[in-house]
């Protein structure tokens, strides 16, 4: 196959990381005679500097004309006193919002060594595997008004849906639920907020078109906090675009690491945009040591969700297992006995797992 996809590095770490999703591309299309043509485009902070805009017109068509997109991360103090329309953050928000990438999903799976990684007891962490479906491009983070007022004694946020909105990531999250083990949690604020209200009486419709699926509500503030006491009674939760950025941040702490969630941004084609679920990590950037696995397990989900490269992702995926099974991790990577690398000789055994093939032993099968 022939694939024409989009590097968007950003800032921070996002350009370390990315050269493990290279790597690992680099490998997979040798080993599977297939062609990435890559090219290498501007967001966030790194755009501001080079383009005096968090989003250049370019890299828009560029990201529209692709059959997928590669995202590092952007951000960083050195843009933190940027007026609101010039932050970094505005241009990951831009191109989700551009590109109509509605669906985002998070996989956590807590697997082999990281059991022992994550600071919660073993037992509660063994055999986890989470899917959350975030909402991603409605919802605070786009509601008109947004803003200070003229004296700047006054701010504004609008927390904004249409029922059409909710409706399509809802039945992304039946669908989800249908495809793994039938129940699905929808997250909200219903005891407070008329979207989340809103957003209940949609799940408790579609819930009628999906008869197989279990159903049940939980309050976001509680669902925090069952996240991590009691995180196997969750399979798939559904969220609106907030309360899944927190909640999959906390659910992070499960895997031990910020560092190992990967995550695609859908629309309804096959178009999507994939990245790992942390930032750029500015207290660690430039010191060789980022965990580089989120992004190359992001890297896996694109070749099966937007290409329908099931094998080949299956094999990324057991590279990444298998290494750390071996023992190799990052220093973020709490793990007892296992010997600490850096990134670079991290993405060089993985890759250099990929070149051994050995049978498929998919750690992230089950996303969807
Ligand atoms: N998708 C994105 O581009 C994205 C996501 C989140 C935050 N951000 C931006 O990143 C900047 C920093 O935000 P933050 O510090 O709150 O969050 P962060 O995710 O960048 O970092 C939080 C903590 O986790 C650690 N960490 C994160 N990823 C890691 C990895 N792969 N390996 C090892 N350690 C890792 C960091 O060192 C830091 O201590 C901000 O400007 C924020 O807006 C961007
Ligand atoms: C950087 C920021 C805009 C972004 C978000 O809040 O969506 C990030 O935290 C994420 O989780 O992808
Ligand atoms: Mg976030």
Known sequence: MRKQVILLPGDGVGREIMEGAKAVLNTIAGEYNHEFIVHEHAIGGDAIDRYDTPLPEQTVKACE???AILLGAVGGPKWDGMPAGKRPEKGLLGIRKSL?????LRPVQGFGPLVHASPLKT???DGCDILIVRELTGG???????GRSADGEEVVDTLRYTRKEIERIVEKGFEAAQMRSGKLTSVDKANVLESSRMWREVVEEKAKDYPDVTVEHQLVDSAAMKLITNPKQFDVIVTE???GD???????????SLGMLPSASLRTDGVGLYEPVHGSAPDIAGEGVVN????ILSTAMMLKYSFGMEEEAAEIERAVKECLEDGYHTRDLDVQGGKVVGTDEMIKRIVENLSTKSISNAICSSYM
């Open 140 to 146: 605070l983070y786009f509601g008109k008004p947004s």
């Open 241 to 243: 675009n907030l309360f």
């Open 292 to 295: 580089p696995l989120g992004m």
């Open 246 to 256: 927190i909640l999959s941040d906390e659910a992070s702490v499960l895997t031990g």
């Open 123 to 125: 037992e509660l962490v």
């Open 100 to 104: 109509g990438l509605f669906a985002n």
């Open 65 to 67: 004309n692709a059959d």
